[in-house]
């Protein structure tokens, strides 16, 4: 790997993160020594005052962004670092609510590059270490971290945090993390810090979960039990946690159950948020590729639920919101999917199928989507391709859902951007 030119900190993103591509000998490497080697002697193991790490199978970007708008609310400084992106690398770190420029990335980048020495670096530990230098730089007063695979041997647990939470449990990432979802408890809670809150967002939750909080002694708040929350009505919902209670919050844009989650890690962070903060907070929060509507006639939803507890939410909120009209399904996944369950989820809203295929090495392609749609099903070569013909054939009133990958939603985002609408 020596030939590779290593870049300078006035080289352009692309050049670095073209470099982080190729350093390491493997895209995913789920060891945390070198990267926690490399953290301690650049001093990044707590960037921050308070740190919130998030783990989960879904819902930790809304979790995170729903915490980031209440505590922005409130007066914070707040960075952000989150995975994957949808269209640029700089998508997933966020200070006060904005993308980092590029030269921002491209410094973080080179000290890293200078501190790790002969370590090895995976592109996501090498990006993990530069979002945490940032942050550091930037001096901001709270971090929240998603976990970008499992979480016990996850690049972002080598941070000392201070609230650790999980959003959801289910079966994805088969290939890294196994189908046995106490094995994936387990993982997920490896988060989880002796003494230090330990929030848990999933329903009934494996029992490892609250076995492995037990064990190093972390505090545990599993939703169901130690707080809880109820719709209201269609524009309310109230949440309690013990004696104290939240009544009359506005449903947010995001999914509830990830709402509530974020109010019991918030709770627990020893930071000063009113009642107000959160309203205000709730209304704001939003964030790309989630239930994202690009225009109403006819009606265009982008949503990166790929798999099928993502993609029940989804299915809900679908019927919910826009019953009675013909659903055009654009849909593209990774081939490391449980692309059966999903497929067989969203065909309940589902009245045309535009299946395409994804590049890389984990995409399938649209035969594979095929083996689980109806006959006679039209394949397209890209998600673009199947999103303009799906366009070309809707009506008005009729819903056109994109969906099945982050990439599936980054491309069909960035080719609806670049027509200027």
Partial sequence: MNHLQTPQATSPLSMWLDYLTNIHSSAIDLDLERVLAVAELANLTKPAPTIITVAGTNGKGSTCALMEAILLDAGYSVGVYSSPHLIRYNERVRIN??????????????????????????????????????????????????????????????VEHDVSVITSLAIDHVDWLGDDIEVIGFEKAGIYRSGKPAVCGQPKAPSTVAAHADDIGAELYQVGIQYNYQVIDEHNWCWSHGSYR????????????????????????????????????????????????????????????????????????????????????????????????????????????????????????????????????????????????????????????????????????????????
């Fill in 246 to 421: 939240l009544e009359q919050l506005p449903i947010p844009s995001l999914p509830l159950p990830n709402a509530a989650t974020a109010l019991m890690a918030l709770a627990t962070a020893n930071l000063d948020i009113s009642d107000i903060n959160i309203v205000k907070g709730l209304k704001a929060a939003q964030l790309p590729g989630r239930m994202q509507v690009l225009q109403h006639k006819p009606c265009i939803i982008l949503d990166v639920a790929h798999n099928p507890h993502s993609a029940a939410y989804l299915v809900e909120q679908i019927q919910l919101k826009y019953s009675n009209r013909r659903v055009r399904t654009v849909v593209a996944m990774l081939h490391d999917k449980d692309i059966q369950a999903t497929l067989d989820t969203l065909s309940s809203v589902a009245d045309e199928w535009y299946p395409a295929s994804l590049n890389g090495p984990r995409a399938a392609n649209a035969d594979e989507l095929c083996q689980f749609l109806p006959d006679n099903v039209k394949t397209f070569s890209t998600p673009t391709h199947a999103f303009t013909t799906a366009l070309e054939d809707a009506e008005a009133n009729d819903v056109i859902l994109v969906v099945g990958s982050f990439l599936t939603v980054g491309e069909v985002l960035e080719y609806w951007k670049s027509r200027g609408e």
């Fill in 97 to 158: 609510g904005l993308e980092m420029a590029d030269e921002k990335h491209t410094q973080a980048f080179d000290y890293i590059e200078t501190v790790r020495g002969d370590t090895s670096l995976s592109f996501f530990e090498f990006g993990t270490l530069a979002a945490l230098r940032m942050f550091q730089k930037e001096r901001v007063d709270v971090v929240l971290l998603e976990v970008g695979l499992g979480g016990r041997l996850d690049a972002t647990n080598v």
